[in-house]
């Protein structure tokens, strides 16, 4: 990250992540890499794994995975409009934990 390289130490910094990513961000890996660069580090994830190729993939899965996709999607038509964020979030947690555990794909 660019950033940490140009990170000082009396500097707060609240880092909104926003878009589309294909693959889930290991943010506690990234604010290990990064904190010691900053007084003070936040991130604010409000990127959209939901519409990514990788949960298009996964959704085809004959697997745990998939079944979960498939899941969240249909959660995500049924819930309010304000709750969606809230469901995109634990889409994202859960992804990530796939992924940190052998579960990323290609």
Known sequence: MRN???GKDDLLLRLRLTGIVEAPLDLESLHGRCCGAYFYLEFDDQTR???SDLAR???K???VRGVFVRRARQLMKDVPAEQRPCVEE???EVLVRFHAFGGGGK
């Open 4 to 6: 940490c390289a140009q």
């Open 49 to 51: 794994l939901f519409d």
């Open 57 to 59: 993939r996964i959704e």
């Open 61 to 63: 899965e004959e697997t």
């Open 90 to 92: 634990a889409f994202r």
